[in-house]
């Protein structure tokens, strides 16, 4: 009636080490699995019953379904993983350089105008270097001449 009570001295080592390899296999073969299917979801050149008929074989005999599709498609199936993380980082530059555009223009934007003002005379000579001075301190954006600020109330 006694029960084998198994200690850690009882599990050798290399079978941890083997324990740990079946494991690791294991999460490996689930990761291919579902990369398979989505690379599945994700090819346009496949048609709607090609894809159920791929679906369907990697699912019903996962092993062998996986086994041919690597074979068979394995090589396309790198170039949409690369075209997808080259669209993705595209679609991330042109994003950083959307928000990094619409920001505060910089002091030299900011003293540009001013120039492009004065040159047309719109301000006098004191209030472009009144201007100046505030955007090279980065106290704030230049005020318009004569408009009224509420520190002027």
């Known amino acids: 009636m006694s029960t084998a009570t198994y200690l850690a001295y009882d599990y050798p080592l290399l079978s941890a080490f083997w324990t740990m390899l079946v494991f690791f296999l294991w999460i490996m073969w689930f990761v291919l699995l579902f990369r398979i299917v989505m690379d599945i979801f994700r090819d346009d050149t496949l048609s709607g019953w090609g894809k159920a008929g791929w679906l369907v074989f990697v699912i019903l005999l996962p092993f062998l379904g996986v086994l041919v599709y690597v074979i068979a498609r394995g090589r396309d199936m790198g170039r949409r993983e ?34 492009e003002i004065r040159a047309r005379g719109d301000i006098s000579d004191e209030e472009f270097q009144r201007a100046k001075e505030l955007v090279l301190t980065g106290c704030g954006p230049p005020a318009r001449p004569g408009a009224t600020t509420a520190q002027d109330h």
Not at 90 to 95: G, I, L, V
């Open 82 to 115: 690369i075209a997808q993380a080259r669209a993705q980082q595209q679609a991330f530059d042109s994003y950083v350089r959307e928000t990094a555009g619409t920001g505060r223009p910089s002091g030299a934007d900011e003293l540009a105008r001013l120039s």
